[in-house]
């Protein structure tokens, strides 16, 4: 008699489930054949992006860019209210580049890809430069030292110093957890230990190398600690004529759109 049971309650449980299974199927298969759905599906081709590859040269890396690919069904739901199509209202899904940061982490960025239009500033110890950016609300990275840490910095800092365990702990007691770091001559070791990403800057602007500057998108500029403050505004005129934006480094490197 239990044994009837035991067999009659797995017999519920196998109709239920495929019950369940077929209505969904079903369900679906009425979406696809909506008008709605049919707009969806003429038109997604418009709004999606392929992915871009990251570029390797040698020991070095230009990240890529994240696809972007409409979700179909989700997109249907977010518009099924209106029963019309509303391209404010798709619903995308990332694609991974084949070649990307993930699986090269190893390698160095000295510029980032292009398609942003956008470069970064890096600042070290030049305090006329970054008052000026304080005040100006303009997007940078700064280096610091356990010395030079703040707490509170509208900047984005990065670990620069010797003692790199002691700073890297100091960071991540305040949240901060940018993973970035710049090289230099004693802390690829240290940054390769701790998974994070190795940046070079691309150039370094002084007085002097000013004027030849070629700035382009995906550049990342080092300011020498001697920059005057007059060939900073030079160089922000330069960026401003290239019609490029500025970001902090962990916003250009990303391979997010």
């Known amino acids: 008699m239990m044994r009837k049971e035991l067999f009659k309650s797995i017999a519920i449980i196998l109709l239920l489930t495929f019950s369940f299974y077929y209505a969904k199927r079903i369900s679906t298969l009425l979406v696809y054949k909506s008008s709605l759905m049919s707009e969806i599906l003429a038109n997604k081709n418009k709004y999606e992006f392929e992915s871009v590859d990251a570029v390797i040269n040698g020991d070095y890396i230009i990240p890529g860019i994240n696809g972007m690919e409409v979700s179909s069904l989700e997109s249907y739901y977010q518009m099924k209210n209106e029963g019309v199509f509303n391209k404010d209202k798709i619903v995308y899904k990332e694609v991974e580049p084949k070649v990307s940061l993930a699986n090269n982490e190893t390698l160095i960025i000295n510029k980032a890809n292009s398609y942003k239009r956008k470069v970064s500033i890096v600042v070290s110890n030049n305090a006329e430069v970054e008052n000026y950016i304080l005040r100006n609300k303009i997007k940078a990275d700064k280096l610091v030292t356990l010395d030079t840490y703040k707490k509170k910095s509208v900047f984005e800092q990065i670990n620069y110093d010797k003692d790199f365990d002691s700073l890297e702990k100091k960071l991540k007691e305040n949240e901060i957890d940018n993973n970035i770091c710049i090289l230099n001559n004693y802390n690829k070791k240290d940054c390769l230990k701790n998974h994070k990403t190795l940046v070079e800057p691309t150039y370094t602007i002084s007085d002097s ?14 300011i020498d600690d001697s920059l005057s403050l007059s060939s900073f505004k030079i160089l922000l005129q330069k960026i401003n004529y290239q019609n490029l934006g500025i970001v902090t480094i962990s916003s250009l490197i990303s391979e997010q759109r």
């Open 209 to 222: 190398t000013l004027i030849k500057a070629n700035i382009t998108a995906g550049d990342i500029i080092m």
